[in-house]
């Protein structure tokens, strides 16, 4: 079977740094800012992340390739949802019902 992120998997990275791979040639750090539970559930599975990227990453959702040192390479969908004087957020939602 797939092995699935949990909430703790994430929350252990807060404030480091991950690479965001927009394509073969161009990288971007971005920063994990935020791990969220989502409303009253329980569930390791349900829960939300939000990266904070420079100015110039692109404004459009899509699934990227992501490396951590500790997480090693992943996929994820990743939708722009704000942006301030300073960075652009991204926020990827997991919600599996295990």
Known sequence: MLDLFQFSDFAAQLNTKFQMHLNEATVLEIEL???????????????????????????????????????????????????????LYYEAVFNSPQ
């Open 33 to 87: 800012v935020e791990v969220a539970k989502h409303g009253a559930s329980t569930s390791p599975y349900q829960f939300s992340l939000r990266f904070a990227a420079p100015l110039n990453a692109p404004l459009a959702q899509g699934i990227f390739k992501m490396r951590h040192d500790s997480m090693g390479e992943q996929q994820l969908f990743l939708v722009p949802v704000a942006r301030d004087n300073d960075h």
